[in-house]
C-alpha cells in the first residue's frame, strides 16, 4: 500500500499570502489529521477530519482550515500567512475516527518570507 | 488537560550501553501510549504502542500507571538506533487527536 502522500514537499511564500496544503491518506483510512512542527513548539495538532467533517480541533487561530473530500483526500488552508507560520506541516492517516496508530506522510515544509 | 514531557532534548550513549528514553505523562483517565521516531530524513513512523506489549527493534515500554511514565528502553543500543524519539499520548474517546512530547534525540556513537 502506498503510505500517506502530501504535496508540495516544500513551499515558499510571502506574508499575507494565502497556501493550500494537500494530503491523500492510505488507500482505505477514512481519518486524516494534521499537525504543526516547529523547534519551538514540537508537534501540536491542528485538527481532524472524518466522513467529511471535522472531528477535532487544536489551539489554532481561525486563519488556520481545513476540509476533506468524500475520497477521503484532505487540504488544509492558511490564510494572512505570518512569519510564525513556517513549520513542517504534517498529515496522517488512520483506518477509522480515534482508531490508532496514526500513519504520517513526510511533510511539507512551508516557509514564509 | 493532558501533558507529556520528555525531559532529555538529547541523550548521547555509546554502541552497547544500556538506553531509557524517559516520558511522563498527565491525564486523568486511561490514555493509549505510543513512541513513534524518526530516522533521519524518513517520516515519524510508530515505533510501539503500550497496548500491544511487543518488543520492536529491540525496544520496550512499560506503562506505569503509579509513576504516569512510559519509559523506552534498550539494553544494547545500536548505530543504527540514532534518531529523534517522540512519546505522543492518544486521550480516550473518539478523537484520533495525539499529543506530543518535545521528542528527544538519542546519539549512539562508537
Known sequence: KAGVTQTPRYLIKTRGQQVTLSCSPISGHRSVSWYQQTPGQGLQFLFEYFSETQRNKGNFPGRFSGRQFSNSRSEMNVSTLELGDSALYLCASSPGQGASPLHFGNGTRLTVT | ?110
Open chain 2, 1 to 110: 488537560a493532558q501533558r507529556v514531557t520528555q525531559p532529555e532534548k538529547l541523550l548521547s550513549v555509546f554502541k552497547g550501553a544500556p538506553v531509557e528514553l524517559k516520558c511522563n505523562y498527565s491525564y486523568s483517565g486511561s490514555p493509549e501510549l505510543f513512541w513513534y521516531v524518526q530516522y533521519s530524513r524518513q517520516r515519524l513512523q510508530l515505533l510501539l504502542r503500550h497496548i500491544s506489549r511487543e518488543s520492536i527493534k529491540g525496544f520496550t515500554a512499560d506503562l506505569n500507571k503509579g509513576e504516569t511514565s512510559f519509559h523506552l528502553k534498550k539494553p544494547f543500543a545500536q548505530e543504527e538506533d540514532s534518531a529523534m524519539y517522540y512519546c505522543a499520548l492518544k486521550g480516550t474517546g473518539t478523537a484520533s487527536k495525539l499529543t506530543f512530547g518535545t521528542g528527544t534525540r538519542l546519539q549512539v556513537t562508537l
